[in-house]
């Protein structure tokens, strides 16, 4: 078996610590790699597979920014990479599950081509459980980092070429921001700019402020230069990124605020503005001014429930209560009538009772999703509701599941009819998955539309009379011909 060097371990305790940093960002000054990864790379695949939300899509582009500037190349044969990489999310048990899956086919090409470097990164490495056991029963697993140290690929990847010994490398605290990473992005018309990192809100529930530590704001300055460049490249749409948006700003010295960035990027003309996740606490009624004001900030809002009941709440560590969630769902709907939105909801908190998922039924009815991500709750070690007792059986928690999700399917399904005979503007983005004859895109609301047309629609925004609704897609044809 190789040596494993473990330069650094994930360290709970570590990434539980909030603090004071004494610059937020930094700007990289050379990122330039060296002659012996250029001659490494060149002519050389990479694979990349990413799980769980858009943070992680978006540390994929850019560690495909570091790939590409040795000169590899992407390919989605993973028994053919010379450097294969998974990019791990931590949220819920499944999720983890899905990286022993693809562990276990990776053996084989590991084992079929000595020298491939095996990779392993992302939420999942930030923990110690998942860390240890990637170690000690993934020993073809060569190569791995967390979410705090994407920057540091470069001398990994050679200390881990030259030494032929397993890298394992995991930083706990976050340090600062680093501006001007390498990137390559996967799409060409549709781009996410991240303008928090982390989070300080510890919902009991939730493994992400250890994952991805305290919560960063990127300077609006850069924010802006960013969204710019994207526009001069041709991009239509931005989502602002964020595990809560709403509390942009607040961890830096001037103490800017979400809706006046919303504001300076609205400026910047792009077609296209959304942004997640929003967070019920932290949201200020003048994001709805905003959004009501502004054409190009889509009237589009996710703004995760997770229960409708006080108590529960509470248990959660949410911070808000119903009346206050109502109070923004009441203002949104007065300040941008058409208003799309979406929530998050987790059943089977340890402490639900069926009173309580009542209050969520009620909630969910009240509220109107256009569509929900429901969600049984997964205990994650390390987290507050990990020792959490729950009364209720499986059995109930699968129940109260089947229960939400079949109200939650019949409203999406009630609100999608109602944009049958509508127009809204599509930005088209890419062939239809199942029919190659149809191009597909997104309406303002986040809907994906299909409609009869070829690849010169791509990057186009078109108005489209919608023609059928399949709940969670749309039929329609060109309406401006
Ligand atoms: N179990 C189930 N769902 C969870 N989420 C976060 N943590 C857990 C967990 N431990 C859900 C929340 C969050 C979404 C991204 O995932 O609803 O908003
Ligand atoms: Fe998964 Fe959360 Fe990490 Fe995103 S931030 S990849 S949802 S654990």
Redesign the pocket.
């Known amino acids: 078996m190789k040596e494993t060097e473990v330069t650094s371990a994930p360290d709970l305790k570590e990434a539980r610590k909030r603090g004071r940093l004494a610059s937020r960002s930094q700007r990289v000054a050379d990122i330039s790699p060296s002659p012996f990864l250029l001659t490494w790379g060149a002519g050389k695949h990479y694979y990349i597979e990413t799980f769980g939300?858009q943070m992680n899509v978006r540390d994929s582009e850019i560690i495909q920014g570091f790939l590409e500037r040795i000169g590899m190349t992407p390919t989605s044969d993973a028994s053919k990479a010379d450097f294969a990489l998974f990019n791990t999310c931590a949220?819920?048990e499944n999720a983890e599950d899905h990286l022993w899956g693809e562990l276990g086919h990776m053996k084989q090409y590991a084992q079929a081509r000595p020298g491939m470097i095996v990779a392993v990164c992302g939420c999942m490495m930030q923990l110690e459980v998942p860390f240890r056991i990637v170690r000690e029963r993934y020993p073809f697993v060569n190569l791995v980092f967390g979410t705090n140290n994407v920057d540091a690929i470069y001398p990994l990847l050679e200390d881990c070429i030259k030494s032929r010994h397993r890298v394992l490398n995991v930083v706990s605290n976050p340090g600062a921001i680093l501006e001007g990473l390498p990137s390559k992005r996967m799409e060409p018309h549709r781009a996410f700019v991240n303008i928090t990192y982390g989070c300080d809100k510890f919902?009991t529930?939730?493994?992400?402020p250890f994952t991805r530590g305290m919560q960063r704001s990127r300077r609006h300055e850069e924010v802006i230069a960013e969204v710019r460049d994207l526009v001069r490249h041709g991009y239509k749409e931005v989502t602002l990124l964020g595990q809560n948006v709403s509390s942009y700003g607040a961890d830096l010295e001037d103490n800017p605020d979400f809706a006046g960035l919303l504001r300076e990027v609205s400026d910047t003309g792009i077609a296209r503005i959304r942004f997640m996740?929003s967070h019920p606490h932290d949201f200020t009624d003048e994001v709805f001014d905003v959004m009501a004001e502004r054409p190009n900030v889509m009237p589009y809002l996710h703004l995760?429930i997770?229960s409708g009941s006080d108590h529960v709440l509470k248990l959660m560590n949410r911070s808000y209560d119903m009346a206050k969630y109502m109070h923004l769902v009441d203002l949104v709907k007065a300040k941008v009538p058409d208003i799309a939105l979406t929530t998050?909801?987790?059943v089977g908190f340890p402490g639900e009772t069926e009173e309580d998922f009542q209050q969520t039924l009620k909630a969910v009815r009240d509220c109107q999703y256009d569509s929900c991500?429901t969600?049984?709750?997964?205990?994650?070690p390390g987290?507050p509701?990990y020792k959490m007792k729950n009364n209720a059986s499986p059995e109930e928690i699968q129940d109260r599941f089947n229960r939400l999700v079949e109200l939650t399917e019949s409203i999406t399904a009630e609100r999608a009819q109602r944009m049958v005979g509508k127009t809204v503007e599509v930005l088209f983005l890419y062939p239809s998955r199942k029919d190659k004859t149809m191009m597909s895109g997104y309406d303002p609301y986040q809907h994906l539309v299909h409609v009869k047309g070829d690849e010169s629609l791509a990057g186009q925004i078109r108005r489209v009379k919608i023609t059928a609704s399949h709940a969670h897609s749309f039929l329609g044809e060109l309406a401006d011909e």
């Open positions: 939300c949220i819920r919902c529930y939730c493994i992400v996740t995760p997770q998050d909801i987790i991500f969600f049984i709750f997964s205990p994650r987290t509701a």
